[in-house]
């Protein structure tokens, strides 16, 4: 597991539990790229973009929804998830 931030400390994001996701090295870098990115509700989405979907899905749980804890204070929050979905075309 790799700690990806959602919005990078480069764009301001910052360096905090809420502005970050643990992610297998493959899946942290499809989202640093675009390729995936979390709803407000944790469903994976799938860039247009990505070449073969199927690939792409094999990487992701069966869910299609990131695993994420009970607590709220350690959820990804809504604005970074927003952020990360508008930087990378999603919205």
Do not use: C
């Amino acid at each position: 597991m790799e700690a990806a931030h959602i919005k990078p400390v480069e764009q301001n994001g910052p360096d905090e539990v809420r502005n970050g996701l643990a992610l297998s090295g493959t899946v942290h870098w499809m989202f640093d790229r675009g390729l995936i990115a979390l709803s407000d509700d944790y469903d994976i989405q799938i860039s247009r973009k990505v070449n073969n979907r199927l690939e792409v899905e094999n990487l992701i749980n069966d869910t299609g929804k990131a695993l994420v804890p009970d607590s709220i204070a350690l959820q990804p929050h809504p604005a970074f998830l927003a952020w990360h979905r508008k930087h990378h075309r999603f919205e």
